[in-house]
């Protein structure tokens, strides 16, 4: 699917140059030793999400348990080929992106900022890396991620100082891709300079982990 997406926007997929993700799960990763192998591109991974990517997804710190016989959440170990740290700038060409680290869904889940300029005018954009607390989360007693809630809270602070006007995420469904394609292809204003749902889409996010957290610190007493 990835490289059939590059090749459907013109490119060619061995041009492919480097090699980003937002974090250490396999939705987002386990395609990567494949990429790399293909077409040589560099790796660069944020630095705490490092020995997850160079170990195949052996452990599950959101749910403070090694993943054991579960092979469905891990992937082949792949070498990240830079290590990545808050606020490293990535380059190509005239293209720059920031790597902020926005931790608690995984060690070093990674948001991506940068500038796009269009008619005239600069946009920022964000990529949220995810803001999420998944089914089966420790955010008390972890004993693989002591730090999870106070991570969360990090990320929550991060996520609300970055300027957005192009709100995107690792998945669609944290920005409405679908239905926000649909009205782009209706013509009109670009659906996807949305810096009111970015803010909203946050609040929301934040609301539902404070509320998870005070619920399993009430059970842990
Ligand atoms: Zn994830």
Request: with cysteine; aromatic share 10%; net charge neutral.
């Amino acid at each position: 699917m990835i490289r059939g997406s590059i090749e459907k926007l013109g490119f060619r997929f061995s041009d492919t140059k480097i090699l980003l993700i937002s974090h250490a799960h396999w939705d987002h990763c386990s395609g990567s030793a494949a990429v790399k192998e293909l077409t040589g591109a560099k790796y660069m991974v944020m630095d705490a999400d490092v020995p997850e990517i160079e170990a195949g997804g052996k452990v599950d710190f959101g749910r403070g348990i090694k993943s054991g016989d579960s092979a469905a959440s891990q992937y082949q170990p792949t070498k990240v080929d830079r290590v990545l740290h808050d606020g490293d700038e990535v380059r190509l060409g005239d293209t720059v992106l920031v790597a902020h680290l926005t931790p608690g869904h995984t060690k070093g889940t990674t948001t991506w900022t940068m500038k796009v300029a269009d008619a005239g005018k600069t946009y920022n954009v964000v990529i949220v890396g995810s803001p999420n607390v998944n089914p089966g989360y420790k955010l008390v007693n972890n004993a693989l991620y002591p730090q999870i809630a106070s991570d969360y809270e990090r990320m929550f602070r991060v996520m609300k100082s970055l300027p957005c006007d192009i709100f995107l995420g690792a998945h669609g469904d944290y920005y409405g891709m679908q239905a926000k394609f649909a009205r782009m292809k209706e013509g009109g204003p670009n659906p996807f300079i949305d810096p009111e749902g970015y803010k909203s889409y946050i609040a929301e996010r934040e609301e539902t982990f404070r509320a998870e957290w005070a619920k399993q610190k009430a059970a842990a007493r």
